[in-house]
């Protein structure tokens, strides 16, 4: 018996060290591995368009160019499609790194739900995947040169990518997010619109991100001949999806707006006008309910907005104004105002593509089960909305 | 025989609680949220509670029935009060039980191994390597079963809390709502599809005998089998609250839920190390059942040598594994359909055995 | 065969027998009598047989029976022999065997002399805070060190001579009031049946009371030092101490003792608790990095970050070795220069160092045979491997195991291995003692002194796992 044992062991041993050494064995060569980092979708004709950057060492390193780390291929779906990139380049490509999915404003408009729906069932996909629709066409965001990161991707992560309750302008969906929101009762879900802003910075608005440093980087890279201009990125705004289909946009101040209201956001900036002057405020806004009266039909969106003044255009103490007694009176009318008028019209919008984006029907499925066979049915635009704004100086 | 079998077997209270608490959960962290949620929908918690609790309920009974015989072992109980055959086709069925119980937790681990693990599907070889543990795990007693639980259970609360930790603040808890829908017969339905998962109570009569009895064992077994399914429940409740209307197609999702945390953007994957962890303790989990299905084997054989029965045993899962194991969800509807009736029609069988013993035991003690 | 009584016929015999030229036959006269003292010459102190044997013989007048001349010279270890096998058997031992004309018995007088090295800090087990004193190879030196230290009539020493050819001494010590009586028992009864020409050292003896012999795991506990040998038997352990090596052993051995270090308990208790922790993680490190570095890279680089991906990627290019067999030959390098470090004279050491660290690692790395992480993690593995330097040799193997079961099945086969480990080293007992005890079976009590230890005075009773017949060790204030 003993020596039987001995016997298998060696065996095992012996079939362990043939395997080890035959060193073919189902796997991964990381030198032909494509390590792709994110991809854009394009709908060409009837096909789907796929541009996968992938991280290179070489492509990392700041003396090359980004189009060294771009792949494109064809196919009648996006999985044939990135398989084609395999198919004509050699390498294998692993999606298990790909932090970023891009679609087009075409696809979108189309359908982006098997998009997803293929990107959630895959279990080489992290469904933490940030995705985002483009202005225009998808590939141009992974193709343009920013100074922002030799890599665009990277860059555009740098944008996108931050820690969801610190947002202030930017609308972060991931491939859950959307498809949760997708198959919810509300059947409706969003994604940030990504804008190229090209050439020249701007003072504060869109492009208040970036650093003097980018700024010269951006300026710099017009003046080169052969190269190509370089660009930097805006995701101030949010589309809207139903049923998998994009719907509507919504504009800069009513993503903010939105996003106050599904918070919480402890850090966001806005600006208002008082007359003459201009103030740029820091807003935290870590009290907020979107609440549904069924039995009224109205929606009550309800925020409580902490202020501090950041800067003016009045030429005020800004000493003077930090302080919570300070924040004059009609800085705040004015900041109420602004959001209310902001809230009212993203929910006429959302009224007119009727768009749950607050997931009302969830919330009465939630909360009013009983209520619900009655209620599910019944379009946005038959509730009202009720507002209780207020701002306050921040403590 | 017996009386060294069971020597060689003694196995401590504790061992069996840890057993329940480190073990027999893990194997419900894998296809069983998704399967519940795709017909229980938000009911699934609920699904998986009334599972719980027949289950739970059946593990009383069965301590209780057995109280009267507490140093006898099953086998010596069912010897002595219907004679050698009919206590052969009594074990010869709990072989087949514990053969059958195994089968999907395998092709499910198999599955969620090469799918969620690897990059590459790998070779099938890959997964076969359990069997050479499982089989080494089938010639040791129970007494190995208990001392492995000893350690793997600070292994299996260390993976949950690493996985929830990570994973909680992604969840919206809400999506459970309404926790008790209105219309019962998904969450019904849900609960017998538990059932695959489910019937863990049939463990306890083959460990019958096997453990000294100390004060309150009864509620210290059951409230750790409670205790085990309550981490799963919250597992199940997390998973929901995070996937919510699409948690139907997540079936590995325990590789996935904590991807949404900020420490994984940032450090990569770090939730690899619970995911680890956890599958230390499931290859136990699915192996446990090979375990008792060699020890059950071995009565019915009525051999001292384990080799043969785990031989047996362990080679007819590898070459079903080697047949069946890539169609895992057509065999889980067959599961489904035919599995649960048969567990339950086991339970039924066993249940009814030891309570004619128990009433036997009684007639006995009033005409003493 | 017994001795005869005359002298010539006894030396004949004898002379036969011990046909080696370092055995001195000093002839000489009692009275009238014609004497013979035997001795080897190594192991005996002449001055000795001068001054308590010789120079007293010469002044005998009369009697000279052997029962006289015993009471004359006296000397505590004498003894009476009457058999030309224990005549040889003493003398080789280093005693002086006088044998007298006319007398059927002779007297064995105790005169060895052994050079034995000094006490000193032994190499392995060096402290900084703490006893510094080593055994030696003389088991009369080791049994003195102990004695300093126990000093109670419980304290029990057992002797005996083990190997048919080497006779050599062993001794069971432990302390009678404490130690299971069932350990010593069947450690006797084990020793007591080793048939073997020779004992060497005392890991041959521990090769005969292992109970799996073909395990790879350590299954009696070792140290050099009498300090840690004291505590153990203090905790109900039994030792074996052989004569000709500086390691007593110990059973019943717990795998967890390697991870205790001596200084543990002498310098701060948060201190060591660290210790404690660097220790576990640096040999899992130790065992675990090479194997689940090379699976990654094998088969599931998602577990990498894609920063440190990328820095292998750009490492690895032009590597001509796939990372399986980069890694099992960076490996193999590492452990021939240990085993060469060992071996090697220490005046070449530091041209080995240089060539290991220098030309082997640096120049590999330049012309592109390996890569620097492969090199790193190989480093790091082989630094962390000396924190629990008593688990080497198994740990050593075990790395290897688990590199070749990484490189061919991956992650998944890698944790199979560690539940295969479990069940086999929860399997293994010695002296009916499970080694991975306190953890499997847990025994609470004895997780005072486990991966984190309390502080000394709260270590109120000794290690049950050791089933200690007395196992209160410290009186509490309120009792």
């Known amino acids: ?395 | 025989m017996n009386s060294s079998f069971e020597e060689k077997n003694l196995i401590k209270v504790r061992q069996i609680c840890f057993i329940y608490l480190a073990f027999t959960p893990v194997i419900k962290l894998l296809t069983m949220p998704s399967y519940i949620a795709e017909v229980s929908f938000e009911g699934l918690l609920l699904s998986f509670l009334i599972g719980c609790a027949v289950d739970a309920l059946l593990l009383i009974i069965i301590l209780n029935l057995s109280s009267g015989q507490r140093n006898a072992t099953l086998y010596n109980d069912f010897n002595k009060n219907y004679g050698s055959i009919p206590t052969k086709i009594i074990f010869l069925i709990l072989t087949v039980y514990y053969i059958a119980r195994s089968v999907y937790p395998i092709f499910e681990h198999k599955l969620y191994v090469e799918t969620t693990l690897y990059e590459m599907m790998p070779e099938r070889i890959t997964f076969y390597v359990f069997f050479i543990f499982s089989t080494f795990l089938s010639l040791k007693g129970l007494k190995i079963l208990g001392r492995s639980a000893d350690i793997a259970v600070w292994l299996t609360l260390v993976g949950l809390a690493l996985a929830l930790s990570l994973s909680v603040g992604s969840a919206d808890y809400s999506n459970l709502l309404p926790l008790i829908p209105r219309d019962l017969a998904p969450v019904l339905k849900g609960a017998f599809r538990s059932g695959v998962w489910g019937f863990d109570s049939l463990y306890m009569p083959l460990m019958l005998g096997h453990f000294r009895a100390e004060k309150a064992y009864k509620t210290k077994i059951t409230l750790s089998f409670i205790g085990g399914n309550l981490l799963v429940a919250l597992v199940i409740a997390t998973f929901y609250g995070i996937y919510g209307a699409v948690a139907s197609g997540q079936n590995f999702a325990l590789a996935d839920m904590s991807v949404f945390s900020v420490i994984v953007t940032n450090i990569g994957r770090f939730d690899f190390v619970s995911v680890f962890l956890l599958l230390f303790a499931q290859i136990f989990a699915i192996a446990m059942p090979l375990q008792f299905a060699t020890k059950s084997l071995e009565r019915v054989l009525q051999t001292k040598n384990s080799t043969i029965p785990a031989v047996i045993v362990n080679g007819l899962l590898l070459l079903a594994t080697a047949f069946f194991g890539r169609q895992t969800y057509n065999t889980l509807s067959l599961s489904v359909s035919v599995g649960v009736y048969a567990f339950i029609a086991v339970s039924a069988i066993m249940l009814g055995a030891m309570l004619f013993i128990k009433r036997n035991n009684r007639n006995e003690v009033f005409e003493k | 065969m017994k001795l005869s009584r005359s002298l010539s016929v006894n030396k004949k015999r004898l002379d036969q027998s011990l046909s080696t030229s370092d055995v001195v036959f000093f002839d000489l006269k009692i009275s009238d009598k014609r004497a013979l003292v035997l001795y080897v010459d190594a192991l005996t102190d002449q001055t000795q047989i001068g001054d308590l044997i010789l120079r007293p013989l010469k002044t005998v007048q009369g009697q000279s029976d052997v029962e006289s001349l015993q009471k004359l010279l006296p000397q505590p270890g004498s003894t009476i022999v009457c058999d030309d096998q224990d005549v040889i058997s003493k003398t080789l031992e280093g005693n002086a065997v006088l044998l007298i004309d006319g007398e059927s018995r002779a007297i064995s007088f105790d005169v060895k002399k052994f050079d034995f090295r000094a006490i000193t800090e032994p190499p392995t087990s060096a402290v900084v805070r703490g006893p510094r004193e080593g055994f030696t190879e003389s088991i009369k030196a080791n049994l003195s060190l102990l004695r300093r230290r126990v000093k109670t009539q419980n304290f029990s020493v057992e002797k005996f001579k083990v190997g048919r050819i080497t006779q050599t001494d062993v001794a069971i010590v432990y302390l009678s009031n404490i130690a299971d009586n069932g350990v010593i028992d069947r450690l006797r009864k084990k020793i007591k049946s080793i048939d073997v020409d020779g004992i060497v050292d005392s890991s041959y003896i521990a090769k005969f009371i292992d109970e799996k012999k073909s395990s790879l795991f350590k299954q009696t506990g070792t140290t050099e030092k009498p300090d840690v040998l004291t505590a153990k038997i203090l905790e109900g352990r039994v030792g074996v101490l052989v004569d000709g090596s500086p390691i007593a052993l110990t059973v019943p051995y717990l795998t967890f003792e390697d991870f205790q270090s001596s200084e543990d308990y002498y310098q701060n208790t948060y201190r060591s608790n660290m210790a404690r922790i660097v220790r576990v993680i640096s040999l899992t490190l130790a065992v675990f990095l090479p194997s689940i570095f090379v699976s990654a890279q094998l088969f599931h680089l998602q577990i990498i970050p894609l920063n440190f991906l990328l820095t292998i990627v750009n490492s690895i290019k032009g590597i001509p070795l796939s990372p399986s067999l980069e890694m099992f030959f960076t490996l193999l390098i590492f452990e021939i220069l240990n085993e060469a470090s060992i071996r090697m004279p220490k005046y070449v050491g530091m041209a080995l160092s240089i060539v290991g660290a220098l030309v082997l690692g640096d120049t590999a790395v330049r012309a592109g045979i390996v890569s620097t992480p492969t090199i790193m993690i190989m480093a790091l593995s082989g630094i962390c491997l000396y924190t629990a330097p008593e688990l080497v040799d198994s740990m050593s193997f075990l790395r290897l195991l688990f590199l070749l079961i990484a490189g061919s099945v991956g992650a998944f086969g890698l944790i199979v291995a560690c539940g295969f480990l479990l069940v086999y080293l929860t399997s293994l007992e010695n002296f009916d003692t499970p080694v991975l005890a306190p953890f499997a079976p847990l025994v609470a009590k004895d997780l005072k002194d486990g991966a984190f230890m309390t502080f000394l005075p709260d270590m109120t009773m000794r290690p049950i796992s050791l089933k200690p017949k007395d196992k209160k060790r410290m009186k509490v204030e309120n009792e």
């Not at chain 1, 189902?26 to 950057?53: G, H, M, P, R, W």
């Not at chain 1, 590939?139 to 100074?147: E, I, Q, R, V």
């Not at chain 1, 800069?252 to 106050?260: A, G, K, M, S």
């Open chain 1, 1 to 395: 018996m003993k020596f039987l044992k001995n016997k298998v062991v060696l065996f095992l041993l012996l079939v362990l060290a043939v395997l080890y050494f035959s060193s073919d064995f189902a796997l991964i060569d990381i030198e032909k591995t494509a390590i792709i980092v994110a991809i854009a979708i394009d709908k060409e004709n009837d096909d789907f368009s796929v541009t996968a950057q992938i991280a290179v060492p070489q492509s990392t390193d700041n003396a090359s160019s980004n189009d060294d780390a771009i792949m494109t291929a064809e196919g009648t779906t996006v999985l044939e499609a990135i398989n084609n990139i395999g198919k004509d380049t050699g390498w294998h490509p692993k999606l298990s790194f790909c932090s970023m999915i891009f679609i087009s404003r075409e696809l979108a408009q189309e359908d982006v739900e098997h998009v997803v729906d293929f990107f959630m069932s895959s279990e080489k996909v992290q469904n933490s995947a940030i995705i985002a629709m483009a202005d225009d066409k998808a590939s141009d965001l992974l193709l343009a040169d920013t100074p922002l990161d030799s890599i665009s991707s990277f860059a555009l992560q740098k944008i996108v990518l931050k820690n969801e309750w610190m947002v202030s302008t930017v609308g972060v969906t991931n491939i859950k997010k959307f498809a949760f929101m997708n198959y919810s009762k509300a059947k409706t879900a969003y994604m940030p619109v990504i804008r190229i802003i090209k050439g020249k910075t701007k003072g504060g608005g869109n492009s208040s991100g970036l650093s003097p440093t980018a700024a010269q980087s951006g300026s710099g890279g017009e003046e080169g001949g052969n190269k190509k201009e370089e660009v930097i990125f805006s995701a101030s705004e949010i589309a809207l999806f139903k049923n998998g289909k994009f719907v509507g946009q919504l504009t800069d101040r009513e993503t903010l707006c939105y996003y106050l209201l599904e918070g919480p956001v402890f850090e966001a900036y806005t600006s208002v006008d008082v007359g003459e002057d201009g103030y740029f405020l820091r807003l935290d806004a870590s009290s907020f309910s979107v609440d549904v009266d069924v039995k009224k039909s109205t929606v009550k969106l309800s925020l409580d907005m902490k202020v501090v003044v950041a800067d003016s255009t009045s030429g005020a103490d800004l000493k003077n104004f930090n302080k919570k007694a300070d924040v004059d009176k009609a800085v705040l009318d004015a900041l109420v105002d602004s959001t209310e008028s902001t809230a009212r019209s993203m929910f006429a919008k959302l009224q007119s593509i009727d768009a749950d984006l607050f997931m009302i029907k969830d919330k009465i499925y939630k909360y009013h089960n009983s209520l619900y066979e009655r209620f599910k049915d019944k379009p946005l635009s038959r509730y009202t909305l009720e507002l209780n704004f207020s701002a306050r100086p921040a403590d």
